[in-house]
Nanobody
Framework: VQLQASGGGLVQTGGSLRLSCRASTRTFSSYIMGWFRQAPGKEREFVAAISWTGGSTYYADSVKGRFTISRDNAKNTVSLQMNSLKPEDTAVYYC?????????????????WGQGTQVTVSS
């Protein structure tokens, strides 16, 4: 499975960005999809995840209420809408796929990773 993330960029505090990730697999709907991020000098952290059908979503406390994860199984894509961005959201964002039946928030559990897209929020 190959994952291609896009949509990162530079935005001012309070602004919005939408990240997208396209998967190259015919069994996309069998994967839990997640977004993680890693800021310079920090460990990778969980951001959001979504179940097979999109019926269940999970968020890190730091982004809850500001970020929304969604998926389109017909288009093999998962998206992350990021609103009210803060400088502390600055990081490289990665999409990941987990061939599992339950949503997990630990990155080591995920099977496939995209290349990452840079998000920079200026103050």
């Amino acid at each position: 499975v190959q994952l291609q993330a896009s949509g990162g960029g530079l935005v001012q505090t309070g602004g919005s960005l939408r990240l997208s990730c396209r998967a190259s697999t015919r069994t996309f709907s069998s994967y839990i999809m997640g977004w993680f991020r890693q800021a310079p000098g920090k460990e990778r952290e969980f951001v959001a995840a979504i179940s097979w059908t999109g019926g269940s979503t999970y968020y890190a406390d730091s982004v809850k209420g500001r970020f929304t994860i969604s998926r389109d199984n017909a288009k093999n894509t998962v998206s992350l809408q990021m609103n009210s961005l803060k400088p502390e959201d600055t990081a490289v964002y990665y999409c990941a796929a987990d061939f599992a039946s339950v949503v997990r928030t630990t990155g080591d559990e995920y099977d496939y990773w995209g290349q990452g897209t840079q998000v920079t929020v200026s103050s």
